[in-house]
Nanobody, 126 residues
């Protein structure tokens, strides 16, 4: 059974750090497009960062310079290192995967991805 499982969420004060993990079972990250999204109630799911088939990383404007996406192929795990956290980073964070984006697809379009984890909550207090 193909499954993605996030972990590492929690509560932290502004300025702190967290590292999220996304472990895959029945699925290999290598060579696929991986991403992190986040969502708060009542709002659209927002693309946070992506690691493309070509290993190029891309970030949303609101997290550039603070978050780092990476993967460990040996562990088949995707990471999101989050530094200098702000209260506006509070959200449910999801990892997502797809073999390849569509030719005109955008990494931050949630509908490009066909595999999702259940999410992990991140809460940042001021």
């Amino acid at each position: 059974q193909v499954q993605l499982q996030e972990s590492g969420g929690g509560s932290v004060q502004a300025g702190g750090s967290l590292r999220l993990s996304c472990a895959a079972s029945g699925y290999t990250f290598r060579g696929n497009c991986m991403a992190w999204f986040r969502q708060v109630p009542g709002k659209e799911r927002e693309g946070v960062a992506a690691l493309g088939n070509d290993d190029i990383t891309t970030y949303g404007d609101s997290v550039k310079g603070r978050f780092i996406i990476s993967q460990d192929n040996a562990k088949n795990t995707l990471y999101l290192q989050m530094n200098s956290l702000k209260p506006e980073d509070t959200a449910m964070y999801f990892c997502a995967a797809v073999k390849r984006l569509t030719p005109t697809g955008h990494w931050a379009d949630r509908y490009e991805y066909n595999l999702w984890g259940q999410g992990t909550q991140v809460t940042v207090s001021s």
